[in-house]
């Protein structure tokens, strides 16, 4: 056994021997720590330094790109002033001479789309842009027999037979020209001598869409030659007189802008949808009734008073804005067509008659739309009650009052309307076709009736009123006389 003096010793010795393991312990611990910092430190220096390098990069090829962009801005500006400087002198000079001629290095920058030919499947450019060059002359085109669609609005051109070279074209826009003549050209086509020979290249016309807008045309020939032809716009020129339309598959023709009397000569077209014969003066409407598949109609700035003449027609849009109608009742020569939604008659003097748009949708029920306003659910059931005819509120009204006061002849008797329905104070149309006149109004309320009866009514509303109110007194008087 040791004695307490060694073992106090002992003791101390292993304090001394625990510190200075803790003690190596620690200093391993620190060098390690330190060797780890180092490395840190070494990586993020690199880090740091990759990530200067690539700033730099990056600056360097933003600054070269900003370079190459402000250069490029310079090019582009320069050309374009260039251009324009070209198309300037073009101008100036197509004013000297009246017009230039049509050159290669025109149609090459115009040519776009290219595509396959319908006949011969070879590969070629089928739109041409030549638009807005002061051009006069245009038959360097017939050196392009594939062309499809050929755009040479904006010029001063004077004669487009050239085209009759392209056997191909499908559509033309040669609007805001000098052309007098429409279409007057005939394109080859084949017969059953030469078909074998000049089939693919002698079609005929095939011709879908023209416009010949603002140009100085005042007749217009036959166009059966073109017998495709679906759309037609020959607005704002100087054509006193409706001809030459014999195409049984036009479905859209403008004649707006133009010198017309009268509607005629659209007997051919009997496919056609959409007519505008806006800004005439043409003053009645007539010539429709062969123009069975007619949909949209518009005649706005004309001299028309009358719509007689639209009883055969199923029109979706009517314009006739800014005419002659005083009439409302002029809308019953279309109250027939079950399919109408929009009609406008903005700038007529029939607009500023009482109850204006009530009585008209009375008449056009399937109205969604009159003056390019909405129809609402609101007004036309305020347009039934106006009549006071079958599905107003007449018999409702009348109902509230007999479960109020008993029903029974007494009853009965006792009832006046005081709210009469609207009287016209328009006269009946003649409207053909019709076995009886119209003088009933809507509902099967006869006019002529409440014409009649329309005074003594109004004496006895009255009367009912300063007796119902006496009445009253009376009997406040009484309850009083009771109660006391």
């Known amino acids: 056994m040791f004695s307490e003096e060694e073992e106090v010793e002992m003791q101390a010795s292993a304090l001394k021997i625990q510190a200075i393991s803790r003690g190596r312990k620690q200093r391993r611990g620190n060098r390690r720590q330190e060797k780890a910092t180092v490395k840190v430190t070494k990586k993020n220096e690199e880090e740091l330094a990759a990530a200067k390098l690539q700033a730099c990069q990056r600056g360097l090829l933003s600054r070269r790109?900003?370079?190459?962009?402000?250069?490029?801005?310079?090019?582009?500006?320069?050309?374009?002033?260039?251009?324009?400087?070209?198309?300037?002198?073009?101008?100036?000079?197509?004013?000297?001479?009246?017009?230039?001629?049509?050159?290669?290095?025109?149609?090459?920058?115009?040519?776009?789309?290219?595509?396959?030919?319908?006949?011969?499947?070879?590969?070629?450019?089928?739109?041409?842009?030549?638009?807005?060059?002061?051009?006069?002359?245009?038959?360097?085109?017939?050196?392009?027999?594939?062309?499809?669609?050929?755009?040479?609005?904006?010029?001063?051109?004077?004669?487009?037979?050239?085209?009759?070279?392209?056997?191909?074209?499908?559509?033309?826009?040669?609007?805001?020209?000098?052309?007098?003549e429409c279409l007057s050209y005939v394109v080859p086509k084949c017969t059953?001598?030469?078909?074998?020979?000049?089939?693919?290249?002698?079609?005929?016309?095939?011709?879908?869409?023209?416009?010949?807008?603002?140009?100085?045309?005042?007749?217009?020939?036959?166009?059966a030659p073109h017998q495709y032809l679906a759309s037609l716009n020959l607005s704002n020129n100087r054509l006193g007189r409706i001809q030459g339309l014999n195409l049984p598959l036009l479905t859209y023709l403008n004649l707006s802008g133009n010198n017309l009397k009268k509607i005629e000569g659209l007997g051919g077209c009997v496919s056609l949808v959409e007519l505008d014969l806006t800004n005439n003066s043409i003053s009645n409407i007539s010539n429709l009734g062969g123009v069975t598949k007619l949909s949209r109609l518009y005649l706005r700035n004309n001299s028309i008073s009358s719509l007689a003449g639209l009883q055969d027609c199923q029109l979706r849009e009517l314009d006739v804005s800014n005419n002659a109608i005083t009439v409302i009742r002029q809308v019953e020569h279309v109250q027939n067509m079950s399919v109408l939604a929009k009609l406008c008659l903005v700038g007529n003097e029939c607009c500023g008659k009482e109850f204006y748009r009530l009585r008209v949708i009375s008449r056009v029920r399937g109205l969604s739309e009159l003056d390019d306003e909405v129809v609402s659910a609101k007004e036309k059931i305020k347009?039934?009650?106006?009549?006071?005819?079958?599905?107003?509120?007449?018999?409702?009204?009348?109902?509230?009052?007999?479960?109020?006061?008993g029903g029974g002849e007494e009853a009965e008797a006792e009832w006046e309307n005081t709210l009469p329905p609207f009287v016209e104070d328009e006269a009946e149309l003649e409207l053909e076709g019709d076995g009886e006149g119209e003088g009933e109004g809507e509902g099967g309320w006869e006019e002529k009736k409440w014409e009649g009866a329309m005074e003594e009514t109004g004496r006895k509303s009255a009367e009912l009123f300063v007796g119902g109110v006496m009445s009253d007194a009376m009997k406040s008087i009484e309850r009083g006389a009771t109660l006391e």
């Not at 002033?81 to 290669?104: P, S």
């Not at 347009?383 to 006061?405: K, P």
């Open 192 to 223: 059953s001598t030469n078909r074998w020979a000049e089939g693919t290249r002698s079609v005929g016309s095939l011709l879908t869409s023209v416009d010949l807008s603002n140009n100085l045309i005042e007749s217009v020939c036959d166009l």
């Open 65 to 180: 790109r900003v370079t190459e962009l402000k250069e490029q801005k310079k090019s582009a500006n320069k050309l374009q002033a260039i251009q324009r400087g070209r198309a300037d002198r073009r101008k100036v000079e197509a004013k000297k001479t009246g017009g230039l001629v049509l050159q290669v290095q025109d149609i090459k920058a115009g040519l776009t789309q290219l595509a396959r030919n319908p006949f011969t499947l070879s590969h070629s450019y089928v739109t041409l842009k030549i638009g807005g060059l002061g051009l006069k002359n245009i038959e360097e085109v017939v050196k392009y027999g594939n062309l499809q669609n050929v755009d040479c609005h904006d010029n001063v051109i004077c004669d487009i037979s050239c085209l009759a070279a392209l056997p191909s074209l499908l559509t033309l826009d040669a609007s805001s020209n000098k052309l007098t």
């Open 383 to 405: 347009s039934i009650n106006l009549y006071g005819g079958e599905g107003s509120d007449l018999e409702n009204r009348v109902a509230v009052f007999r479960s109020l006061f």
